[in-house]
């Protein structure tokens, strides 16, 4: 914890007790995802592309915040720097699923080939700048995947009737990532600390600003390249996802106004309390797991409902 930081230039506060203490890795391995159906959440070919669109960068994308965080192990105050050290360690196990995940997807008959290049291409830009400059664009990635996670569990809507060979990764991943969602912000507040608070304020507010202009756009190319593969038209596509992501209950639409806190100038991630959310995902995650079969064939797969919450 920060204690040393005042709450008003975006540290937390020594008062604050939003975020758990310690992280806690959990052990999950799909050992090889199982193929899902084409559309595997709710029969949607919107929904399911706009998971898979997800899912095709994360390997990359997780790579990238994992080699972002790596130089910075021993260099900050005890406390996060154990904090660090498990935050790379559940990102590289994202990572690790997302690619038995992407595996999957390809073998449902999706090329994700693209996808894949417009992140590798993406995280290419990076090459060359300081480690300070990719630790903040960490932080600002960090704080998407978190508020879209955040917005998973509360609503369980999102993922209602998906494989169950799917469900648990979707789970297991958002929960570690409300969990660990302060870890790279309060790295970035530290290792800028010579910083004055306005230099951080808008520099942070600018890295967010280009990071959201990519995840958008390339997130709705990339729903449309695997729409078009289910033979929908690009405009139709287009339309889709705008009306999946931003109409009444989608995941952009709810994740607006939890994007926007970031631009506060007393902004700081552990001031939304997400215990409840972790809570509720681990005994999700562990009600799915319980329900997995071990010698259950693929060819028996079913949707599920989420288990809901005591």
């Given amino acids: 914890m920060l204690s040393g930081e005042k709450a008003q230039d975006g540290g937390r506060s020594a008062t604050e007790d939003a975020v758990p203490a310690g992280l806690k890795p959990r052990e999950f391995r799909q050992n090889g995802a199982a193929t899902p159906q084409r559309h595997w959440l ?40 154990a904090e660090l050290r498990k935050f790379v360690e559940q990102e590289a196990a994202h990572s690790r699923e997302h690619d038995d995940m992407n595996q999957a997807i390809t073998r449902a008959g999706y090329d994700i080939s693209e996808l894949e290049a417009v992140i590798a291409k993406l995280v ?40 169950q060979d799917q469900l648990p990764l979707w789970i297991w991943h958002a929960v570690e990532e409300v969990e660990h969602k ?15 608070a306005a230099k951080r304020y808008t520099l942070r507010c600018a890295m ?14 990339g729903q449309i390249t695997l729409l078009r593969q289910d033979g929908i038209g690009r405009f139709a596509a287009l339309a889709g996802a705008m009306r999946y992501g931003f109409g009444k209950g989608g995941i952009g639409r709810n994740i607006l106004r939890p994007w926007a806190r970031f631009f506060k100038p007393g902004f700081h991630p552990a001031a939304k309390n997400d215990h409840h959310l972790i809570e509720k995902g681990e005994r999700i995650f562990a009600a799915l797991q319980a329900q997995q079969a071990p010698a259950e064939p693929a060819e028996r797969r079913k949707k599920v409902r989420l288990p809901k919450a005591a």
């Avoid at 978190?146 to 999102?158: G, K, M, P």
């Avoid at 302060?182 to 004055?196: G, I, R």
């Fill in 42 to 81: 709710r029969g949607d070919p919107f929904a399911t592309a706009f998971f898979n669109s997800l899912s095709a960068i994360f390997p990359q994308g997780e790579a990238f915040m994992v080699r972002s965080m790596l130089p910075w192990r021993g260099k900050m105050p005890p406390q996060l720097d």
């Fill in 124 to 163: 290419s830009r990076f090459r060359g700048r300081s480690a300070l400059t990719k630790l903040l664009a960490t932080a600002c990635i960090e704080h998407f995947t978190a508020i879209i996670a955040a917005e998973i569990l509360e609503n369980d809507w999102h993922l209602e009737g998906a494989d």
């Fill in 182 to 196: 302060a870890v790279a912000y309060d790295c970035f507040v530290e290792a800028a600390k010579d910083w004055s």
């Fill in 208 to 221: 967010m600003l280009a990071i959201t202009a990519s995840f958008f756009v390339n997130r709705t190319r």
